[in-house]
């Protein structure tokens, strides 16, 4: 996943999509990337330098001027990736949120630590708040899991609502 976000961070301004497109129609030196943008040299290069960290480029010295050429490959990668994250996979439906590779990233840690109790991950199967559901309708929201926070919280243990 750490790939993808650095990828799509790369990807993540409109210069750098707009030289990567002159660049799958050609291989071109840095200057002519300015003249054709219309901004400068400077600017394409801290551009180039970004694509290039993450993958998506390659320069090629020919005589005096370094030339940069689309590595199809990495963009083939971002399309896969992508294309996996739409995938319908089973184990996802079953977990909490929280349990996600990324939850750190997002959230902060008070946060998280209270994330099942506010947050469930089918809303549409609760009639209100967790505390206030059937058995039933938490196995089925949740599952089967044992000292899980909207059970505990209707076994009589103190919960905060936000």
């Not at 993958?55 to 990736?81: C, T």
């Amino acid at each position: 996943m750490n790939r993808l976000v650095i990828l799509l961070k790369a990807l993540a301004d409109d210069n750098r999509l707009k030289i990567l497109e002159m660049l799958l129609r050609g291989d071109l030196c840095a200057g002519a990337l300015a003249h054709r943008l219309g901004i400068s040299r400077a600017a394409v290069s801290q551009h180039l330098q970004i694509l290039s960290n993450a993958g998506l480029i390659n320069g090629e010295r020919r005589g005096r001027w370094m030339h940069y050429m689309v590595d199809k490959g990495a963009l083939e990668e971002v399309s896969r990736m992508l294309v996996e994250m739409m995938r319908p996979r089973k184990d996802v439906e079953l977990i909490c949120l929280k349990g996600l590779p990324m939850a750190r990233e997002i959230f902060d840690k008070r946060r998280l630590d209270k994330m099942c109790m506010d947050c469930c991950q089918r809303p549409e199967k609760l009639k209100g708040k967790p505390s206030e559901c059937s058995p039933e309708q938490i196995k089925e929201c949740h599952g089967d899991k044992k000292g899980h926070p909207c059970v505990a919280s209707k076994e009589g243990e103190k919960r905060e609502d936000v």
